[in-house]
C-alpha cells in the first residue's frame, strides 16, 4: 500500500507580515502504483505539493496521507530525487549507490551484489569507482536515481529531475525511468515543466494553476499508453502518434489558461489572523 491521497490540502507561508496562500485547498489522490505527472505556471505549488508528501513540510490545514498513514516526516518508504543531484561529491559512484543501505545498517557485503545490480541497471558499469564531478551529468543523475531505486521506496517523489540534462540524454532517462517503474511498480509523482515528458511517463497529468496552487484538470493517459503500448515503443515514435500530440495539445490548452488566470489573479497575501 503506498497511495498518496492530500485531502482539503492547505499551505499559508509567512511573507512581509501577512500569510501567502500558496495552495488552495487540494485534494489529489494517487492510488497505489499510479504514475502521476503535474504541471503548472511557475509558482503554483508544485514543489510545495511535493514536499508535503515527502515529509519535508506540513500542510497549513488538511492531511496529507502515504499508505493509508498521515505524514508526519520523511520516512523509508518516500524516495525524493531533486533537480539538483546533491551526489556526496567525496564519494565514489559505487558508495553514493550505496550510501543509504550503509544509513540502515547494511554491511558492505551485503550491499556489493545490490550495488553492482544498479550499476548494471544504469549502465554504469566502470564507473564505480568515478567520484561525481567526473560524470557527465546524465550520468550524475542515474546515480541519484540508482540511489534512490536501490532503498525500493514504494514512493518516488521527482521534482524535475531531469531539468538539468540535455535533450538527448533527457530521452534515454525518460525511456530508462518507464523501464524501472514497469519493472518494479511504484507510486510516482513527478514534477516536470515538459508537456510532452508528461505526456510521456505519466498514467495521470495534473494541470494546476497557481495563486493560489489549485488542481485545475486532470488528464488520463494511461488508457490510451496502455492500448497503443507506449512503453513497447522508442520515445521519438510515442511521440509522433496522433494521439499523443492530441494530448499534448490538450494539456498545452490547459497550461495556457491555467497561466492566464494566474495572471488575471491579484496576490494573495492575506493579513494573519491575529
Ligand atoms: N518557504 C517558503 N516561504 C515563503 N513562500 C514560499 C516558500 N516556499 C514556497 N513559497 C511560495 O509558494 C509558491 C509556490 O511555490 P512552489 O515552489 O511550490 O511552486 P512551483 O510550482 O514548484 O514553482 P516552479 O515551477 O517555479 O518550481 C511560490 O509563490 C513560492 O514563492
Known sequence: MSGIAFTDVTRAFER???AFQALEPVTLHV??????????????GKTTLLRLAAGLDHPTTGSVMVG????????????????????LPWKTVRQNIGFGLKCRGMSDAEARPLVERYLATMRLEGHGDSYPHQLSGGMQQR????????????????????????AQTRIEMQEELIRLT???????????????????????????????????E?????SLRKAERWAERPVEEVMELDSFIRIRTRLWRLLRSAGAHRDDAATHTLPIAS
Open 16 to 18: 512581509k507580515g501577512g
Open 31 to 44: 492510488p497505489d502504483g499510479e504514475f502521476v505527472a503535474i504541471v503548472g505556471p511557475s509558482g503554483c
Open 68 to 87: 493509508g498513514r498521515a505524514v508526519t516526516g520523511p520516512g523509508p518508504d518516500r524516495a525524493v530525487v531533486f533537480q539538483q543531484f546533491a551526489l
Open 143 to 166: 546515480v541519484a536515481i540508482a540511489r534512490s531505486f536501490i532503498l525500493e521506496p514504494e514512493v518516488l517523489l521527482m521534482d524535475e529531475p531531469f531539468g538539468a540534462l540535455d
Open 182 to 216: 514497469a519493472g518494479q511498480r511504484r507510486t510516482v509523482l513527478f514534477i516536470t515543466h515538459s508537456v510532452e515528458e508528461a505526456t510521456y511517463l505519466a498514467d495521470r497529468v495534473v494541470v494546476m494553476a497557481g495563486r493560489p496552487g489549485s488542481v485545475r
Open 218 to 222: 486532470i488528464v488520463d493517459v494511461a
